[in-house]
Structure formats: C-alpha cells, structure tokens
C-alpha cells in the first residue's frame, strides 16, 4: 500500500540519518597552579572524531612558567591533535578549531575508549581557566 512505502521510505531516510548524524561533545578542565588537572568523555558508542575546538573561560596566564593542553585518547595514548600539546595560555574566550593528527585511526573511537584531557601547569603563578574542548562527532 502506498501508506506501508512512504512509512517504509521515512524509516530508511530516519536511519540514515542517525547514521551519519554529528553531536558535539563539551568537556572542562579546571586549571591546577604547578600541577596536572584531567578531564575524561567515554565513548559511548563507535565514533569518529571530526573536529576539536578549544577556549577558556578565564585566559590561562603563568608569567614564570607554561601551561600546556594535550588532548589524547587513552588506551593507545595517541594524541588526537597535531601536536602532543598546545598553548593553553594562547586560548581565548572564543573556541578556536585546532588541528587534528594526521593519523586517521587514532580519530576513530570504539565504544568504551576514552578521551583525556590534561592540561599542565609548570609553575605556582598560573591563573585562569577552566579550558573547553568540544569535539565534534560522527557516530558509526
């Protein structure tokens, strides 16, 4: 009947939908003075990571010292960016993309893997922060 193909053809077109959908995903990291502060996002489901923005809420400052930004997924400890580490002090209020690691299978998630972001400090005088990263995915 012609009410079971057009149901049949809104169920096809819901599917591929979901199946190429894109979410966003906010993690926080708070700012440690001459220490490590960490934040986690576990994949709940296989995805790929197709971009990773990052800004601060407060710009991070350390007049004597660093403060530095990895962005890697755990178990394989792959860094996700270009980099190993960025310029936490360099972030702004405004999220700026930031390049992603050349290595494609390092970007592709399983369920369950995780992202971890430590951002460094170096020195007792740093302020600011807390840093965001949004990533952005792709579910499989």
Do not use: F, H, M
């Not at 930004?69 to 360099?90: N, P, Q, Y």
């Amino acid at each position: 009947t012609p009410e079971v193909s057009k149901l049949a053809a809104l169920t096809q077109t819901a599917l591929t939908t979901l199946a190429t959908r894109s979410e966003t995903i906010t993690i926080a990291v708070g700012l440690t003075a001459n220490g490590t502060a960490r934040a986690y996002w576990a994949a709940p489901a296989a995805c790929t990571i197709t971009a990773i923005k990052a800004s601060a809420a407060i710009v991070a400052a350390s007049a004597l010292g660093t403060i530095t930004l990895a962005v890697a997924e755990v178990s394989g400890a792959a860094t996700l960016l270009s980099t190993a580490t960025i310029d936490a002090e360099g972030l702004t209020t405004t999220p700026t993309a930031k390049t992603l690691t050349a290595t494609g299978a390092s970007l592709i998630l399983a369920a369950g893997e995780t992202v971890n972001l430590a951002l460094v400090s170096n020195n007792a005088d740093a302020t600011g922060g807390p840093v965001v990263v949004t990533l952005t995915v792709t579910w499989a």
